[in-house]
């Protein structure tokens, strides 16, 4: 069993986890994957979707799960379908969805105040 939990203080300070994702990535040589969550990222660019999706990335390459959707099927994916997706992930595990959303709203608090700055 993999441990999701995080502190809230290492979110803070390291906002940037889809760059981590992406670095860990080309580390594990999953170049095609790199390139298909760039692609994501561009489409959903400063979206809850995005952030979603980087939590639930890290989920898979943690637990050995199937890359297949990552790498073949997300990206045909029209903005309503992937939402669905997303919904659909996490009803599968409530405590990550908890975590999901902590990161949303913090992000989210993170834009405004630098906004504000």
């Known amino acids: ?3 999701l939990c995080t502190s809230e203080h290492l979110l803070i300070h390291h906002p940037m986890l889809e760059g981590i994702l992406l670095s860990e990535c080309e580390r ?3 170049h095609s994957l790199a390139n298909k969550l760039i692609s994501l990222f561009r489409q959903f660019g400063g979206t809850e979707l995005r952030l979603k ?3 639930l990335c ?3 390459l943690m637990t050995g799960n199937s890359l297949d ?3 073949k099927n997300l990206k045909h994916k029209s903005e ?3 939402e669905q997706w997303i919904i659909a ?3 599968q595990s409530e405590p990550l969805t908890n975590l999901m959303d902590q990161y949303v709203l913090m992000a ?3 834009s405004v105040d630098a906004a504000h700055s």
Do not use: A, H
């Open 53 to 55: 999706l980087v939590w």
């Open 58 to 60: 890290w989920l898979d």
């Open 108 to 110: 989210y608090r993170t």
């Open 28 to 30: 594990l040589k999953q």
């Open 80 to 82: 309503k379908d992937l």
């Open 69 to 71: 959707d990552w790498t």
């Open 1 to 3: 069993m993999v441990n």
């Open 89 to 91: 992930r996490q009803g």
